[in-house]
């Protein structure tokens, strides 16, 4: 169950910004919530082989126990490769909403989004809004605390850091926590397959 939680947790997490970062790019969760699934029944049919002291059951049960073990692994290998190619993805994603900003709806909710939850403005900073604005204007979002009668937001008021450092922070902490639930999980998976064939042993 714990499995199935973080899978959907990571999950959300990434979908949030898939504006930038591409819907099929955080895959991995997904799979990491049927994994957890499928180990909820595999660990069943287990106890009841070993309750049952049924060699079929408990060969069947290590059998699924390998396959969820190789799944497990990948997905500590993806977590680790979708870290790595993180930025380039994002650099595009962002200039691509920023370029089509002006007429895409889409993108301006992904922007007011990210400006606002990151607190950052920009991909870089400030600056990036004027090809959009043409003066210092930018959007309401990069603005958290303007002073008191002023309505227009500007570079002034607006949030300096960027948005791209920000994301790709908090993301890439979100891949290497992915990374290193499959490879933990592939542990003790390894380790409860011995204490099965232990048993059986006895």
Request: proline share 3%; charged share 15%; hydrophobic share 40%.
């Amino acid at each position: 169950m714990v499995v199935i939680v973080t899978g959907a947790i990571i999950q959300s997490n990434y979908y949030h910004y898939s504006n930038f970062v591409g819907d099929n790019f955080w895959t991995a969760p997904i799979v990491l919530i049927v994994i957890g699934s499928i180990i909820f029944v595999v660990a069943c049919f287990g106890c009841c082989g070993a309750a049952k002291e049924s060699p079929c059951m408990i060969i069947t049960f290590s059998i699924f126990l390998a396959l969820v073990f190789l799944a497990e692994i990948g997905i500590g290998i993806a977590g680790y490769y979708k870290h790595e190619e993180l930025s380039g993805i994002l650099e595009k994603g962002f200039n691509k909403t920023l370029d089509s900003y002006a007429t895409d709806k889409g993108a301006q909710e992904a922007w007011n989004l990210v400006q606002s939850e990151m607190v950052c403005c920009g991909i870089k900073g400030p600056e990036d809004w004027e090809p959009i604005y043409k003066n210092d204007t930018v959007p309401r979002a990069c603005c958290h605390r303007m002073p008191v009668g002023v309505n227009k937001c500007t570079r002034e008021y607006a949030s300096t850091e960027g948005c791209f450092s920000k994301l790709s922070s908090y993301l890439g902490s979100k891949s290497l926590i992915l990374a290193g639930i499959g490879i933990g999980l592939a542990i003790v998976q390894v380790s409860k397959r011995q204490q099965i064939v232990k048993k059986r042993m006895q």
